[in-house]
Every structure is written in structure tokens, then in C-alpha cells.
DNA sequence: TGTAATGTTGCTATATTAGCAACAAATGCT
DNA sequence: AGCATTTGTTGCTAATATAGCAACATTACA
């Protein structure tokens, strides 16, 4: 529902902290004006908001970074989603076959990701350790994006150069489709001979779990079952949060 | 530094979205507005701005919750921050004292907890647990306050009672000063006989850590000097991030 | 040294917000 | 049941804040 007075304001600058928290790296305001196709100005003054605030700083060189005050976010987004502490422990139990195990959520149409575990890394190393990964090349950016309205994808990729599908926009819509038929999502990169699958959490939907590395054929059908029991095992415990 | 154009907006938007994450139960508008001090009608088209990019949400009785967004702000601020993944280890060190371990940051003039162990419970527990506690009344809060400018603190608290100190603001300066002087917080629970002590974490600081419970007198000084090492480790490890 | 990029702001027409007052719906109380 | 509150919500218009071009000083790069 479209509210009486919608604050652009408010929708503009929340995407340039999210844009901001994202990076790894100083960012200037001309950069997130184009990532975010939000008009330079703004970005600008919405930064200097936000650094007022204590969520944004500027480093020596005027670049822009995270400030303090997004411990304070990280804290309440946290408590307020639950997601994280909820898919823990479930997750912990993926990391004994051997393969990254990761959680991520759909932002515009990239995956973030709240938990990304390597094997032989501790499972604090995976909080947030992940920055954006193009939702089209990813087992769960490709899940979550089956769960979406086909009219939804296709506007939130409209105009845009589909990574991994450059040539023809028509090729994702369909693998997206088939992503929806099967119910989870797979992605084989050739380069590092790796299979990534994906199937989604929370009902309705709110992210996706994943496993990715290398895998036999045979060996696809008992990690998807696995996968799958996990999902409906922290779908059923986001239930019982609320 | 005040930007040229601050966007008031942005800067309530934030405030309504933390209030309503923080809230473990549904949340009507008035009550938001009464809590941030916001005018109503803003109020009330902020969270329906929140609402239409899906941060917010509506129970069928209108109140108002956290919508899907909140995970991908969390994903997000969470990567941006950093902060829990770099305490988890040290923290989890802590455990075995069989005291609750707390990690918070301040907001307003509140404690939010981005971890809060109970002895017994899985570390994933601990993530985003607990909701907001009276920074006065808490140890990790006298720290963060003694971190302050006294000015500061003092328009934080202008024209409100102070839980704990309800008939004397002087004694809360003074003991937030008494705070600053010996380095860390201490809080003692009649009721419940439990002493809480927290030292700062980060240079700047940017939150703290703590240890809760029942402890002898000649105990709090071993416990204390643990807290101290692993606060220097969280510190270390958070300069090494950036 | 020149060229292109960067962060930043002044300016004013324009669009947006502030916030009172009012409304209907829900809730609490008797 | 009925009354009195309290709630979420919006219409309205004066007052305000924003949009975004163009320009500036500064920095990176050739």
C-alpha cells in the first residue's frame, strides 16, 4: 500500500547506507550516485545526513565510509529480523559435509549475505563476511528470485546487463522460471568446477540457504535433500518466533 | 559536521525503524510517536513509507511489526559493522566462566544488545537476543556513557527521569564520572544479588562488553582483569579489520 | 602540465512536508 | 449493551525543504 505522503527522502537514503555498509572500501558520492542511479546531489547531502548522524564518515581522502553508529543498526536490524539466530544452529550441522554453507538475502538484484561459511573457518568468520554477489550467478539469488512475480524480475532487471546471461536476457527469465518449476536453485560454475544450490527459507519467503563446491552427480540428490530438511527446519523455527 | 541541506526525514525514518526493531510485540503509531518524541501524523507516514519498501509491516489489528526488509538491513549493517564477527571468538571465551556475557551498544539512552549470553544457552542464542535496557541500570550503558563528553550526556537525559536514579540526576553524573575514572562499569542488583561489570570495546569507542551474575568480592577483580584482556583483543582485532 | 575526475555548495522554482483538525474504527469500561 | 477513549488515518494549505543545474575548488591521473 502506497502511503498518503510517501518520504522519498527516507526509501533514498536508506538505499545509500545499505549501498555504503556494503562496500569494503571507501566509496565517493559519485560512485553511490551511480550505483544507486539516485541523482548526485542528493546522495551527497543524504551522506553528509548520515554522517551527521554518526551511520556514515569520510575518511582523510573525503571518501565515504561506515560510521559508528552502524554497530547500533547492525544491533537493532538484528534483533528485529531474528534471522540470523534462528538459521544458526541449523546451518551449523551443514558445515560437517565440507562445503561453503551460506545464507543470503535479495537486495535489488544482488544476494547479501548474513552468513557465508568456508570449510576449515569458524563459524564467527561467517557473520556478515560476504559483501554482494550478483543474484544471477547465485544458487540463491536465483531461488529468491522464483519466488518473486515475473513481472517484478523483470522490471528489477530492466535496462540492465544480466551478469552471467549477457547476451540473452530471454535465456534468464526462463532459467528463472525453471528455478520456480524445481523449487531450488542451481549454478554450476565451469571455470571452478563448482555446483551451487540453493532452496528458500520462510514462509512466504525471505532468504535462501545454499550449499556450493565440488560435487559428484550422485552426489547432487543426497546434499539437496539435506538442504532441504535444514530449510523447512528453520522455515518452521522463524514460525514459532511470532 | 551539519550537511548543507540535513534531510530531517531520513534522520526521523531511521529513528521510527530502530524504535519498531527493537519492540518484540506490535507497535501502534501513537505509542512510536510518544517514544521518539516524533510528531504523530510523520510518524504515521514514515512507518507507511517503511511499510511500502516492506522494512514495516501491519498485523490485521494495524499495529505495526518489521516487514521482510529488516533481514536484508540486518544482512547489510551487519556487514558494514562487523563488530559481532570480530567478538564471537573472544566472546565465546567468556562462556565457560558460567556468567552471562553481553556485548551492547548504545542508542539513545539504551543498551541494544548485539549478543547476550545466558550460562546453558548455544552461542546462536546470544545473536540479537535481548531488546533494550536502560543504559543507567546497565553496566555496558555507565561505560558507554562514561565514554561521552558530559554535555552529551547530560542533554541525553534533559527533563527525564533517570531509571535507577529517579530522585537524584547529581548522583547519576556523578557516578558516570566515578565510571570514567576507574575504566569500566560496575552495576550491582539488589534483588537479585548479581553484580554486572563491562569495559569499553573499540578506539573510539563503540560499545562494550560485559560479565553478569552472582560473584564473591574477591572474585570481581579476576573476572575483571578476563574482561579487560579480551575487551584489548575485540579492540585489536577491530583495528586490524580496517 | 593539462585533462578529467572528484566532493561540495549557492541558488530558486518547485514539490513536499507539517501538523491541526476531523474521521471511522477499534478498544476499554461500566 | 452503551458510552467514552483511544486508536490508525487522511484532507487540507501555509510554510518549508528539496531538486538539480551550474559552478567551484580540489585531487587523481596522463
Known amino acids: 500500500m502506497l502511503p498518503a505522503q510517501p518520504n522519498q527522502s527516507l526509501i533514498d537514503g536508506l538505499t545509500v547506507i545499505q549501498a555504503l555498509a556494503m562496500r569494503d572500501a571507501p566509496v565517493g558520492c559519485r560512485e553511490l ?3 544507486t542511479g539516485i541523482e548526485l546531489t542528493k546522495v551527497n547531502r ?44 541449523p546451518l551449523e550441522k551443514l558445515s560437517q559435509l565440507n562445503l561453503i554453507v551460506a545464507l543470503g538475502v535479495l537486495w535489488r538484484d544482488q544476494v547479501s549475505y548474513l552468513y557465508f561459511r568456508t570449510p576449515g573457518t569458524s563459524a ?47 535465456l534468464f527469465f526462463k532459467e528463472v522460471q525453471k528455478t520456480r518449476e524445481q523449487g531450488y536453485g542451481l549454478v554450476y560454475r565451469d571455470d571452478t568446477k563448482e555446483t551451487s544450490m ?28 539435506i538442504l532441504k530438511n535444514i530449510a523447512k527446519e528453520i522455515t518452521e523455527r522463524l514460525e514459532k518466533n511470532l
Open 33 to 35: 550516485a551511480r550505483e
Open 46 to 89: 543524504l551522506l553528509k545526513t548520515l554522517a551527521h548522524i554518526g551511520l556514515a564518515r569520510q575518511n582523510p581522502g573525503r571518501k565515504y565510509i561506515t560510521g559508528p553508529g552502524i554497530h547500533v543498526l547492525a544491533s537493532q536490524a538484528l534483533h528485529g529480523s531474528g534471522l540470523l539466530k534462528t538459521a544458526f544452529d
Open 124 to 170: 564467527a568468520q561467517a557473520i556478515g563476511s560476504l559483501g554482494l554477489f550478483p543474484a544471477s550467478q547465485s544458487s540463491i539469488g536465483m531461488v529468491t528470485l522464483a519466488g518473486m512475480e515475473m513481472e517484478e524480475v523483470k522490471s528489477l532487471y530492466a535496462g540492465k546487463v544480466i551478469p552471467g546471461y549477457e547476451n540473452s536476457q530471454a
Open 198 to 225: 540453493a532452496v528458500a527459507v520462510g514462509m512466504p519467503l525471505v532468504g535462501a540457504i545454499a550449499l556450493s563446491g565440488r560435487m559428484k552427480n550422485n552426489e547432487q540428490n543426497t546434499y539437496l535433500k
